[in-house]
């Protein structure tokens, strides 16, 4: 059982930056996958990054790519997402989560595990 929780969220300008941090409990967070994914009002969860166990692979969605970095540490069993370049449209509740693979899947259904999710807003 791998328990996950996001933090960092808030509310930013467009153009600003802004980390959202996901921290694991649980069984060795060095075992899992993770990735990052959001969902705006109306519509359906999309996957945004997504990093392997190791870290050294990492995996965007086109309209993130330039603009986040995902990161994890595994000795603070820690996962990052850097964003940059914010735009009003990556307003989302971004979730993390965590699936039991040498190298992540940009599913969401493939997802063993997620956490509670944290607002992110970007004012135009």
């Known amino acids: 059982q791998v328990t996950l929780v996001e933090s960092g969220g808030g509310l930013v300008q467009t153009g600003g930056s802004l980390m959202v941090y996901c921290t694991t409990s649980g069984r060795t967070f060095s075992d899992y996958s993770l990735g990052w994914f959001r969902q705006a009002p109306g519509k359906e969860r999309e996957f945004v990054a997504a990093i392997a166990r190791s870290g050294t692979n990492t995996y965007y969605a086109e309209s993130v790519k330039g603009r986040f970095t995902i990161s994890r540490d595994n000795a603070k069993n820690t996962m990052y997402l850097q964003m940059n370049s914010l735009k009003p449209e990556d307003t989302a509740v971004y979730y993390c989560?965590?699936?039991?693979?040498?190298?992540?899947?940009?599913?969401?259904?493939?997802?063993?595990?997620w956490g509670q999710g944290t607002q992110v807003t970007v004012s135009s």
């Open positions: 989560a965590a699936i039991s693979r040498t190298v992540p899947l940009t599913t969401a259904r493939a997802y063993n595990y």
